[in-house]
C-alpha cells in the first residue's frame, strides 16, 4: 500500500499545547506531504518534506522524517481553536511514474478547545 | 487564480438516476484526480488523468462510475444509475505533475445524497 496510516485517530487538547501526529508508511518515497482539512471542506497542502531532509518547519508547524523507519510526525505548537481539523500525511512513492498519485488514510482527527 | 472549481456543491438525487459531476482544474496543471469520502472507506483515491489521459481507474467501484477529460480544463464523474450506497463527498483535485515534489490542489467537493 502506498497511503500513510496516521496516529492517533483523534487527538484532544486545550488551546496553547502542542499537538503531535504521527505517520507510517511501507514503501520507497520521494517525499511526505501533510495536508489538513477542516470539517466540510476539500484537503489544503500544509507542508512537503523531501526524503533526503530530516526536518522541515513552516510557522507553528514543524514536521520530522525518518525514512530508516517510514515514519514522519506533524507537531503543530501552540495550538489554537482554528486548527481543529483532521489532518492527513500522503506518502509520495519513489517508485514508477505516479503522475503525482496521492493516496490518504484516515487521518488524524485533532479537537482544540478553547 | 480560483482554485479548482467544481459543481454542484450539493446533489440530491433518487435511485436510479444519473448523476454527473463537473470538475475544473486550475489553469495549468496536468493531473486530475477524482475522490470520494465516506466516514466508512475514508478517502478513496477513483481515477486520475494525466495530460486528458485516464491513467489509473482502477479505483472506480463499479461499471456504473465513469469518467471523463475532454480537454485539459473540464473533467466530469458520472455515475449510472445511482444507488444509496454512492452517497458522500466526491472530490476533484489538480496538479502539475512534471515536478517531483509536487502537490495537490483540491476543490471543496460535491455533497452528493441518493435517497
Known amino acids: 500500500s502506498q497511503q500513510g496510516e496516521e496516529d492517533p485517530q483523534a487527538l484532544s487538547i486545550q488551546e496553547g499545547e502542542n499537538a503531535t501526529m504521527n505517520c507510517s508508511y511501507k514503501?520507497?518515497?520521494?517525499?511526505l506531504q501533510w495536508y489538513r482539512q477542516n470539517s466540510g471542506r476539500g484537503l489544503v497542502h500544509l507542508i512537503l518534506?523531501?526524503?533526503?531532509?530530516r526536518e522541515k518547519h513552516s510557522g507553528r508547524l514543524r514536521v520530522t522524517l525518518d525514512t530508516s523507519k517510514k515514519s514522519s510526525s506533524l507537531l503543530i505548537t501552540a495550538s489554537r481553536a482554528a486548527d481543529t481539523a483532521s489532518y492527513f500525511c500522503?506518502?509520495?512513492?519513489?517508485?514508477?511514474?505516479?503522475?503525482?498519485?496521492?493516496?490518504f488514510g484516515q487521518g488524524t482527527i485533532l479537537t482544540v478547545h478553547p | 487564480d480560483a482554485g479548482v472549481i467544481q459543481s454542484p456543491r450539493h446533489e440530491v438525487t433518487e435511485m436510479g438516476q444519473e448523476v454527473t459531476l463537473r470538475c475544473k482544474p486550475i489553469?495549468?496543471?496536468?493531473?486530475l484526480f477524482w475522490y470520494r469520502q465516506t466516514m466508512m472507506r475514508g478517502l478513496e483515491l477513483l481515477i486520475y488523468?494525466?495530460?486528458?489521459?485516464?491513467?489509473?481507474d482502477s479505483g472506480m467501484p463499479e461499471d456504473r462510475f465513469s469518467a471523463k477529460m475532454p480537454n485539459a480544463s473540464f473533467s466530469t464523474l458520472k455515475i449510472q444509475p445511482s444507488e444509496p450506497r454512492d452517497s458522500a463527498v466526491y472530490f476533484c483535485?489538480?496538479?502539475?505533475?512534471?515536478?517531483?515534489?509536487?502537490?495537490?490542489?483540491f476543490g471543496s467537493g460535491t455533497q452528493l445524497s441518493v435517497l
Open positions: 500522503a506518502p509520495r512513492w519513489a517508485g514508477g511514474t505516479s503522475y503525482g498519485k496521492l493516496t
Open positions: 483535485a489538480s496538479s502539475f505533475s512534471r515536478a517531483t515534489n509536487e502537490k495537490l490542489f
Open positions: 514503501t520507497s518515497i520521494n517525499n
Open positions: 489553469s495549468g496543471h496536468n493531473s
Open positions: 488523468f494525466n495530460n486528458n489521459v485516464p491513467i489509473d
Open positions: 518534506i523531501r526524503s533526503n531532509e
